[in-house]
């Protein structure tokens, strides 16, 4: 329970400077996500904007992984947009107090440990999926209000600042890192837009950022079964695509800065933030892979940053909104391209002919399923299954067995490989029972009896040599397997006559060993 005491771990060094600088660089980038993420799900800007500064300021103080930051997402979006359109906001506060509880219960229940079932493909996949999204998602800001491609001046303009943002970002920490290169291309950008009257689309042009500090509302709506049986499907989804996305943004930033985080202590924060967004009037979130990566490459490491960035929103919200809606919007989607660039991992490709091909398989479906369903939950869950489906497959081919005869007339069969659901065809296949002497061991040595289907294939290959009157003789039994025969006694009959607690013959008095 101390861990998740123990709020404010500023046990490393930290550079304010940075932390400072990176937090307002995250803060301007967080403005336009979260309103478009509102958008997405049919809620206000606000909606989106006091979910981000709720679950930045939540997670950066109680969170597992410092330097990571969370927010309105469009992951959670997706999920809750058929919510909102049919039940109002209200249901919608409510989904997300009830995710943020199953996620605390989650962390408690110290389930953050399954995200070692993630194969590193599937994280390839992921993370080159949402680099793909956060993409093409830039895409639209080339595109009018009517949904057409900007065209002539207008598009000249726009992808020329564009073009300034991203050699900015790319140039300059080649000379200087002192200041944050992507706040120094929002300064610069916002500079010359505004002093020079460039005609370009602002943040403002999207919607009114003004607001007040996120009003405490619980929500209306009746307390009921009936509404529960609403709100839990939706609520139990956001609650997993929040934690998968989380846990694997904090595996991501693990990788870049070399450090390890704690997953358990990050679904607890997470569930926390989620809570109490949905009581601040919020529409709820996770963690955001284009904004921790922001973060990150900007040399931030601690908490600060992600504070600094979610009180600088707030202010923004309360006091600075009319500054912040002139910031042009082609500083901030170059900035968000070269994020994506920087999150697509290039040296997959690279390693496309060295990798096995199922793992290139796994790889790419996940991507696919990451970019065209915008289900990032679905996309893990798929590679997972199919990894572990390739690795039973890979397991079951590996089963084999050495056959001899001894001086005294006995067959042995040496087995090699798990045996488990998988291979138990293969395994049966290996004995010939009517042409076999009447003595025969089977020797697992050098395999496992991995579950019942293994046990049930023992069952059956001994049922087949009783039945001809011959014995059989298992050896070499780990322990482990020995007390999954005990434990299915009462389930299947073992046919192993010799050894009375077991009815498995395991190295006893005889001249076989």
Same mark, same amino acid.
């Given at each position: 329970? /101390?861990?998740?005491?123990?709020?404010?771990? +500023?046990?490393?060094?930290?550079?304010?400077?940075? =932390?400072?600088?990176?937090?307002?660089?995250? *803060?301007?980038?967080?403005?336009?996500?979260?309103?478009?993420?509102?958008?997405?799900?049919?809620? $206000?800007?606000?909606?989106?904007?006091?979910?981000?500064?709720?679950?930045?300021?939540?997670?950066?103080?109680?969170?597992?992984? @410092?330097?990571?930051?969370?927010?309105?997402?469009?992951?959670?979006?997706?999920?809750?947009?058929?919510?909102?359109?049919?039940?109002?906001?209200?249901?919608?506060?409510?989904?997300?107090?009830?995710?943020?509880?199953?996620?605390?219960?989650?962390?408690?229940?110290?389930?953050?440990?399954?995200?070692?079932?993630?194969?590193?493909?599937?994280?390839?996949?992921? %993370?080159?999926?949402?680099?793909?999204?956060?993409?093409?998602?830039?895409?639209?800001?080339?595109?009018?209000?009517?949904?057409?491609?900007?065209?002539?001046?207008?598009?000249?303009?726009?992808?020329?600042?564009?073009?300034?943002?991203?050699?900015?970002?790319?140039?300059? @920490?080649?000379? $200087?890192?002192?200041?944050?290169?992507?706040?120094?291309? #929002?300064?610069?950008?916002?500079?010359?837009?505004?002093? +020079?009257?460039?005609?370009?689309?602002?943040?403002?042009?999207? !919607?009114?950022?003004?607001?007040?500090?996120?009003?405490?509302?619980?929500?209306?709506? @009746?307390?009921?079964?009936?509404?529960?049986?609403?709100?839990?499907?939706?609520?139990?989804?956001?609650?997993?695509?929040?934690?998968?996305?989380?846990?694997?943004?904090?595996? #991501?930033?693990? =990788?870049?800065?070399?450090?390890?985080?704690?997953?358990?202590?990050?679904?607890? !924060?997470?569930?926390?933030?989620? #809570?109490?967004?949905?009581?601040?009037?919020? &529409?709820?979130?996770?963690?955001?892979?284009?904004?921790?990566?922001?973060?990150? $490459?900007?040399?931030?490491?601690?908490?600060?940053?992600?504070?600094?960035?979610?009180?600088?929103?707030?202010?923004?919200?309360?006091?600075? $909104?009319?500054?912040?809606?002139?910031? @042009?919007?082609?500083?901030?989607?170059?900035?968000?391209?070269?994020?994506?660039?920087?999150?697509?991992?290039? *040296?997959?490709?690279?390693?496309?002919?060295?990798?096995?091909?199922?793992?290139?398989?796994? &790889?790419?479906?996940?991507?696919? %399923?990451?970019?065209?369903?915008?289900?990032?939950?679905?996309?893990?869950?798929?590679?997972?299954?199919?990894?572990?489906?390739?690795?039973?497959?890979?397991?079951?081919?590996?089963?084999?067995?050495?056959?001899?005869?001894?001086?005294?007339?006995?067959?042995?069969?040496?087995?090699?490989?798990?045996?488990?659901?998988?291979?138990?065809?293969?395994?049966?296949? /290996?004995?010939?029972?009517?042409?076999?002497?009447?003595?025969?061991? #089977?020797?697992?040595?050098?395999?496992?009896?991995?579950?019942?289907?293994?046990? =049930?294939?023992?069952?059956?290959?001994?049922?087949?040599?009783?039945?001809?009157?011959?014995?059989?003789?298992?050896?070499?039994?780990?322990?482990?397997?020995?007390?999954?025969?005990?434990?299915?006694?009462?389930?299947?009959?073992?046919?192993?006559?010799?050894?009375?607690?077991?009815?498995?013959? %395991?190295?006893?008095?005889?001249?076989? /060993?």
């Amino acid at each position: 329970m /101390k861990k998740y005491l123990n709020l404010f771990d +500023f046990s490393q060094k930290v550079n304010y400077r940075t =932390e400072v600088l990176s937090g307002l660089t995250v *803060a301007l980038a967080l403005v336009p996500e979260a309103i478009a993420f509102a958008f997405i799900a049919g809620l $206000s800007p606000l909606t989106g904007l006091y979910a981000a500064f709720v679950m930045g300021l939540v997670t950066s103080i109680l969170g597992g992984r @410092p330097g990571m930051i969370s927010g309105a997402t469009g992951a959670v979006a997706v999920v809750i947009v058929s919510l909102a359109k049919q039940y109002g906001v209200e249901y919608i506060f409510a989904t997300v107090i009830l995710a943020g509880l199953l996620q605390v219960a989650a962390g408690f229940l110290r389930l953050g440990k399954l995200m070692r079932l993630v194969p590193h493909p599937v994280i390839f996949g992921f %993370v080159n999926g949402l680099a793909i999204i956060i993409f093409l998602s830039q895409m639209d800001q080339f595109k009018g209000e009517d949904g057409t491609w900007l065209s002539g001046a207008t598009l000249y303009i726009f992808l020329g600042l564009v073009i300034l943002t991203m050699l900015i970002i790319w140039g300059l @920490p080649k000379l $200087s890192k002192v200041v944050p290169a992507s706040l120094v291309a #929002i300064l610069l950008v916002f500079g010359i837009v505004f002093f +020079f009257d460039v005609d370009t689309r602002t943040i403002g042009d999207i !919607a009114s950022i003004q607001g007040s500090f996120p009003p405490f509302h619980v929500p209306d709506l @009746p307390f009921t079964l009936e509404t529960l049986q609403i709100i839990f499907p939706y609520a139990a989804i956001v609650a997993g695509v929040g934690l998968i996305e989380s846990l694997l943004t904090l595996n #991501i930033v693990d =990788e870049i800065t070399e450090t390890r985080g704690r997953g358990n202590k990050e679904a607890v !924060a997470q569930g926390t933030a989620n #809570i109490l967004s949905g009581l601040f009037s919020g &529409m709820g979130g996770c963690a955001m892979i284009g904004q921790s990566l922001i973060n990150t $490459s900007n040399g931030a490491r601690a908490r600060l940053s992600g504070i600094v960035a979610s009180l600088m929103l707030l202010a923004f919200i309360m006091f600075g $909104s009319s500054l912040i809606e002139k910031v @042009p919007m082609a500083a901030l989607t170059g900035l968000m391209i070269m994020v994506a660039l920087g999150t697509f991992e290039w *040296a997959s490709l690279r390693t496309f002919r060295r990798m096995p091909k199922s793992d290139v398989l796994v &790889m790419v479906l996940v991507t696919l %399923v990451t970019v065209f369903l915008h289900n990032l939950a679905l996309a893990v869950l798929v590679g997972v299954v199919i990894s572990a489906l390739v690795f039973a497959w890979d397991n079951a081919i590996r089963i084999r067995a050495r056959k001899h005869v001894d001086e005294h007339g006995v067959k042995h069969y040496e087995i090699y490989g798990p045996l488990f659901f998988g291979s138990t065809t293969l395994f049966s296949e /290996k004995f010939d029972v009517l042409n076999d002497p009447e003595e025969v061991v #089977i020797d697992f040595q050098e395999s496992r009896l991995v579950d019942m289907s293994a046990i =049930e294939a023992v069952n059956k290959i001994t049922e087949r040599y009783k039945k001809v009157g011959k014995h059989v003789h298992l050896k070499h039994l780990s322990r482990d397997c020995r007390r999954l025969l005990k434990n299915a006694d009462d389930i299947i009959e073992v046919n192993v006559m010799e050894d009375p607690t077991y009815k498995v013959a %395991v190295d006893k008095i005889w001249p076989y /060993k």
